[in-house]
C-alpha cells in the first residue's frame, strides 16, 4: 500500500512515519509539510492512501481534500486531528474514517485493514461500452443496457444516498454548496453543515466508484453537479416520450409499450425526503 501524508507539523509527520514503518507493505512514497497538490502531481497517481491533518494553516484539511477527490478520486483519505471537534464528528457520523493524534498504532492497524478491503480490483465492475440506466420511478435501481446486471450501491449513509439523489433530481444544474447546505441541513450551524457535504460528497464519490465510467459529481464554481457519461435517468426518457404527444399507431405501439414497462411506481416511492415534498413530488 502506498502512502502520503500532508501535516503543517514536522513532529506529527515524523510519528505518523514511526507508526507507520512498523506496519508490513506500507510504502511511505512522500510526506509534505504544506498543503500544495502540484508539487506532486506524478506521485499522487500512484497513492492509495492520503493521511490528512484536518487543522492547516494555508489550506484547512477539508478543502485539501476536496481537491484529491476530484483530481485523483482513487485515493482514500484519512482525516488525522488533534481535536476531536465539530469536524471529526461529522466524520464519525458519516462513517469516514478518522485518527486522533498521537496516532495509536492498534487504531492505525484498524485503519489500515479497513482501507485494505476496499482496494482494487474494485475500480470498475462495468464494461466501459454499454449504456446504463438509472431507475428512479420506484425504487432506486443501477441497470445495464441488457439488463444483465442490476446493482444497488452500498451508500455509507442513508444521507450520502439522499445527497446523491438532490444532484441527481437536478442533473445539468450546478448546485451551489450553500444551497445544498440550506436544503440539506436547514436546522445545522452552518459550519457543521459545510463539514457535513464535504463528507457525504467524500462518500457519494467512493460509492460511485464502481460506476465511474457513467456518473461522475464534479466540483464547479463553488458548487456540484452530477454528470452523466453513456447514462440516463429513466424518469427522464418516460417524461420526454410521453411529452411529445407522440400518436399511438401500429407502427409507435412498440415504443409505447417499452415506456410503460419503464414505469415501476412513483418517483422515489419508498423516501420521504422534505425537498421532494416542498416540490411537490409527495
Known sequence: MK?????????????????????????????????????????????????????????????????????????????VSAHKSYAIEA???????????????????????????QLPPNNTILSENRQLLIQVLGSLEFIMDDASITATIQWRTSKSKEVFLFLLHHAGDVLSKSKMVETLWPDVDPDKGFANLYVNIYNVRK???????????????????????????????????????????DATQSEYQRHLDMYKGVYLAELDYIWLKLNGLK
Open 3 to 79: 502512502v502520503c501524508i500532508f501535516d503543517d507539523e514536522t513532529m506529527a509527520i515524523d510519528f505518523l512515519t514511526h507508526q507507520l514503518k512498523k506496519l508490513a507493505n506500507i510504502h511511505i512514497l512522500f510526506t509534505s509539510t504544506t498543503p500544495y497538490l502540484d508539487d506532486h502531481t506524478d506521485t499522487l497517481k500512484q497513492i492509495d492512501v492520503v493521511f490528512l491533518d484536518i487543522e492547516m494553516p494555508e489550506v484547512d484539511g477539508l478543502s485539501l481534500a476536496e481537491q484529491l477527490n476530484e483530481q485523483y478520486p482513487h485515493i482514500h483519505i484519512v482525516f
Open 91 to 117: 466524520f464519525e457520523l458519516s462513517a469516514l474514517d478518522y485518527l486522533l493524534k498521537p496516532v495509536q498504532l492498534n487504531r492505525l492497524k484498524k485503519t489500515i485493514k479497513r482501507i485494505e478491503q
Open 207 to 249: 460509492s460511485l466508484k464502481p460506476f465511474s465510467h457513467f456518473i461522475t459529481i464534479a466540483n464547479i464554481d463553488q458548487g456540484y453537479a452530477v454528470k452523466l457519461n453513456h447514462a440516463k435517468v429513466d424518469k427522464h426518457l418516460w417524461c420526454a416520450f410521453f411529452n411529445k404527444s407522440t400518436v399511438l399507431t
